[in-house]
């Protein structure tokens, strides 16, 4: 049974910090592309960072703000959150990518975790 299972998410001030986590099991960890999406209320579901075969890649509005890296032998991989601003806000997933034959991908989510930032 796959689980992905964030934690970490919560209420901040402007400029201040956060640090996600996600707990993975079910899954050859450290053969999947690792990445964080998030969805604010009315908007699409967008990637925010993604880590997986010697490549790491951020949106451009979490450049030189967000930090992803990942602990295979812990299966977890983490998104640090700095300068936080209040357009961070949204639901943040967790997601495990597995490319299979044909290139036919197999996505797997977690069930997501809250970050407000609000003064």
């Known amino acids: 049974q796959v689980q992905l299972v964030e934690s970490g998410g919560g209420l901040v001030r402007p400029g201040g910090s956060l640090r996600l986590s996600c707990a993975a099991s079910g899954i050859s960890f450290s053969f999947a592309t690792m990445g964080w999406y998030r969805q604010a209320p009315g908007k699409q579901r967008e990637l925010v960072a993604a880590t997986g075969a010697g490549t790491t890649n951020y949106a451009d509005s979490a450049k030189g703000r967000f930090t992803i890296s990942r602990d295979n032998a812990e299966n977890t991989v983490y998104l640090q959150m700095n300068s936080l601003k209040p357009e961070d806000t949204a639901v943040y997933y967790c997601?495990?990518?597995?490319?299979?034959?044909?290139?036919?991908?197999?996505?797997?989510w977690g069930q997501g975790t809250q970050v407000t930032v609000s003064s």
């Open positions: 997601n495990a990518r597995f490319v299979l034959p044909f290139n036919v991908k197999r996505d797997y």
